[in-house]
């Protein structure tokens, strides 16, 4: 059990047959004593959800006290925290007393500066100065994400594509979003980990894949494209799909994720002489 400030008695007594009759029975219990439970419960962002980069949202948290009187003010804390955890935001306000039953809205905003994944935490009573009865419920979370980038992609194979041959099929990445997307690599930290925008090209003959290849592209600024180059050389004829896909791993956070894929039918000759074997 918890203890929450009171002093606990326990006291064991026997009662037999011959001890059964008529008369009183006195038991002193002392009850914890009565405290304050501070709670966040509840927590909106506005707008929701995936938040846009350098526009303002609006962070709100019901904070609701189902103690006794808080007898004082307490902080409550507001923090954004980047993937790995460290608050790259934080903000403190200061609420109270509540009484039983109390509730109270806190307001922050916060205007992100970096497309990613976050997460939002907002605490009450965050340095502990209120003794509460538990101290469980002082605090809620939420994951966001903030979106400014927006991939597409385009295929552009040659006009005719040769059994035996290297062909040349290009893969057009563009970025119709609003911020820039770039990679600084730190060989201290990531070692074989340099992230990049990848690019996939993929060729199937009916459901099954004959060919897969990956590109790569250090950055892409908003409005701007680049076109990734891949060789593919068929051993048969017949119809084929080439697919393209830009961060097929979801790596890059983005303001629509549906339109990362292209796909289009083709189908495979054979050269008709030497002339069409150099174009």
């Given at each position: 059990a918890e203890d929450y400030?009171?002093?606990h008695n326990n006291t064991i007594i026997n009662i037999g047959d011959d001890t059964v009759g008529e008369g009183f029975l006195n038991l002193n219990v002392t009850l914890p004593l009565n405290l304050p439970d501070i709670a966040v419960t509840k927590l909106r962002v506005y707008p929701p959800p995936p938040l846009m980069l350098n526009t303002t949202c609006w962070v709100n948290a019901t904070i609701e006290n189902y103690g006794t009187s808080t007898n004082g003010s307490f902080n409550v804390s507001f923090k954004v925290k980047d993937e790995r955890g460290n608050a790259i935001e934080n903000e403190?306000?200061?609420?109270?007393?509540?009484?039983?039953?109390?509730?109270?809205?806190v307001n922050f905003t916060w205007t992100p500066s970096a497309p990613g994944r976050f997460t939002i935490v907002v605490?009450?009573?965050?340095?502990?100065?209120?003794k509460e009865s538990t101290e469980r419920n002082n605090v809620q979370e939420e994951a966001v994400t903030v979106a400014a980038s927006d991939l597409t992609v385009d295929i552009e194979p040659p006009y005719d594509i040769f059994v035996n041959v290297s062909n040349k099929i290009n893969v057009t990445v563009r970025?119709?979003?609003?911020?820039?997307?770039?990679?600084?690599?730190?060989?201290?930290?990531?070692?074989?980990?340099q992230k990049s925008i990848n690019v996939e090209l993929l060729v199937l003959k009916g459901d099954i894949a004959v060919f897969r290849s990956y590109g790569h592209l250090s950055e892409l600024n908003a409005s701007e494209s680049k076109t990734v180059a891949f060789n593919w050389k068929p051993d048969a004829t017949g119809n084929y799909?080439?697919?393209a896909i830009v961060d097929p791993y979801d790596d890059i956070v983005e303001e629509n994720e549906s339109n990362n894929e292209a796909e289009m039918e083709r189908e495979v000759f054979v050269p008709m002489d030497v002339g069409m074997l150099l174009y």
């Amino acid at each position: 059990a918890e203890d929450y400030g009171g002093v606990h008695n326990n006291t064991i007594i026997n009662i037999g047959d011959d001890t059964v009759g008529e008369g009183f029975l006195n038991l002193n219990v002392t009850l914890p004593l009565n405290l304050p439970d501070i709670a966040v419960t509840k927590l909106r962002v506005y707008p929701p959800p995936p938040l846009m980069l350098n526009t303002t949202c609006w962070v709100n948290a019901t904070i609701e006290n189902y103690g006794t009187s808080t007898n004082g003010s307490f902080n409550v804390s507001f923090k954004v925290k980047d993937e790995r955890g460290n608050a790259i935001e934080n903000e403190t306000k200061r609420i109270g007393p509540l009484n039983y039953t109390d509730k109270v809205r806190v307001n922050f905003t916060w205007t992100p500066s970096a497309p990613g994944r976050f997460t939002i935490v907002v605490s009450a009573d965050s340095d502990g100065a209120i003794k509460e009865s538990t101290e469980r419920n002082n605090v809620q979370e939420e994951a966001v994400t903030v979106a400014a980038s927006d991939l597409t992609v385009d295929i552009e194979p040659p006009y005719d594509i040769f059994v035996n041959v290297s062909n040349k099929i290009n893969v057009t990445v563009r970025n119709i979003g609003d911020a820039n997307i770039s990679f600084a690599w730190n060989r201290f930290e990531h070692e074989q980990e340099q992230k990049s925008i990848n690019v996939e090209l993929l060729v199937l003959k009916g459901d099954i894949a004959v060919f897969r290849s990956y590109g790569h592209l250090s950055e892409l600024n908003a409005s701007e494209s680049k076109t990734v180059a891949f060789n593919w050389k068929p051993d048969a004829t017949g119809n084929y799909t080439l697919r393209a896909i830009v961060d097929p791993y979801d790596d890059i956070v983005e303001e629509n994720e549906s339109n990362n894929e292209a796909e289009m039918e083709r189908e495979v000759f054979v050269p008709m002489d030497v002339g069409m074997l150099l174009y």
